[in-house]
């Protein structure tokens, strides 16, 4: 009852409303250090929200299956692969789909790969026991 009646004589009510009514009450329980606690969860809750929306979006650009022609800039051997946006596959084997990016390993050899979806350019990852190798091709992608 005295912090009530301290507020009321430092002028801290809106219209006369007690602290519970006044929104400015929840600053004031933040001793003025910003909105309160459970004003912030709910910003970043609903900022979270938007961003994993966005990026599903992105992710999701394209549907079903897609077939991009590969070569080899070196050689000029060329192969397809098939891009499954729907299963998240990249010919049958499991794929990381981003807006900017799909990247799998390949079971039967264990390379991994890296396409870049922007400018088409696919990285290999050999690994070995003594360090493995990179090699860089390209792909025509239509996104």
């Known amino acids: ?3 009530l009646c301290r507020a009321a004589a430092a002028g801290r009510f809106l219209r006369g409303r007690p602290p519970a009514a006044n929104p400015l009450s929840l600053r004031e329980r933040g001793r003025g250090r910003g909105p309160a606690p459970i004003l912030i ?3 970043v809750g609903a900022a979270a929200l938007i961003v994993a929306t966005l990026a599903a979006a992105a992710s999701q650009a394209r549907a079903g299956e897609v077939a991009v022609a590969c070569t080899n800039p070196f050689s000029g051997a060329s192969w397809r692969i098939v ?3 729907d299963r998240g ?3 049958s084997n499991p794929a990381r789909i981003s ?3 799909i990247s799998w390993r390949d079971a039967k050899d264990g390379w991994s790969y890296t396409l870049d979806r922007k400018s088409g350019k696919l990285t290999v990852i050999l690994a070995s026991a003594t360090g493995g190798n990179f090699l860089y091709d390209h792909c025509s992608l239509d996104d």
Do not use: L, N, P, Q
């Open 99 to 101: 807006a900017t990016e």
């Open 83 to 85: 891009i499954d946006y």
């Open 89 to 91: 596959t990249v010919d």
């Open 41 to 43: 969860g709910a910003r």
């Open 1 to 3: 009852m005295k912090s």
